[in-house]
């Protein structure tokens, strides 16, 4: 495989994680907003599900699990969810935050009793979603330039 179509391999991979964790954080959002007697007056057609807080939650978990085993070095979970192309950067950007495995952990906790999400449950996903859509990006750099 030319290193062009394992950068692409990688890429699209990197997408789909990305978008789903994405997509399961704004579920948690929404949730937050619906909680709130101001928010649900100023957007009445804002709904979700308990299924979609649900799915989300697995999601999430699922990649939690795998952020714990990429930051404690396990090398057998770590290709389930990260390219091998963007691991090592990623698993240094997570690793800036002092209070990441703190912060995990209960935030792990909260999804696993199905606890509401705090203000900085929030803000961890919001710290785990900015640092893929980094590695994302950084990788559609690597296939552009490699492409041209």
Known sequence: MSDISALSNQYDQLVDISEKINNSVIVFKKQTLLQDATSRTKYPNLKISSDEIAQASDNLLVFLLNVFDLLHDDTIAEKKFIPLTVMDDYKARLRKNVYLDEDLKRLQKHLQEKQTVTEADLQSMDFLVATLD???????RKLKTARG
Do not use: I, K, V
Not at 134 to 140: A, G, K, V
């Open 134 to 140: 980094t590695e994302r990006n950084n990788l559609f």
